[in-house]
């Protein structure tokens, strides 16, 4: 499968919805947007939004808050992370895994040539998944 690059500079919860749903980038933001955010606007999402997305489509998806005890189902397909705020992602950053890699949208951050590839580790802390249901 193909990485999804993001194409605002806080779109990665956009791209790993993309990636998961298979859709191009501008199909899964046509998803987010609704009378209260506009296009024109940075598309920064929390998570609780993120799983309204995916239940609006069908798929059953909660997040929760990442302790010791969890870490291990991070590891599942079409779980998608959210990073801590760090020196590196001051917003925080999201990314999906899939077939034992992480989807990142913006491998290459902090350069504006934005490209998306896949990491076999996570590149920070993460302290929210995203995970399905079933």
Not at 13 to 33: D, H, P, Q, S
Not at 81 to 91: A, D, H, N, T
Not at 117 to 123: A, D, E, N, T, V
């Amino acid at each position: 499968m193909k990485s999804i690059a993001q194409e605002d500079s806080l779109g990665c919860g956009i791209a790993c919805v993309a990636f998961i749903l298979k859709l191009t980038y501008k199909e899964a933001k046509n998803l987010f947007l609704d009378g209260k955010r506009r296009a024109k606007e940075e598309p920064n999402f929390y998570c609780g939004e993120i799983v309204g997305i995916l239940e609006n489509v069908g798929l059953s998806y909660e997040y929760k808050y990442l302790k010791k005890r969890l870490k291990h189902k991070i590891y599942r397909s079409n779980t998608i992370v959210y990073l801590r705020k760090s020196k590196k992602y001051p917003f925080g950053h999201y990314l999906v895994r899939y077939e034992n890699k992480w989807m990142d949208p913006w491998i290459n951050f902090p350069k504006e040539n934005i490209n998306a590839g896949f990491r076999k580790r996570l590149p920070g802390k993460p302290i929210y998944a995203i995970m399905s249901q079933s």
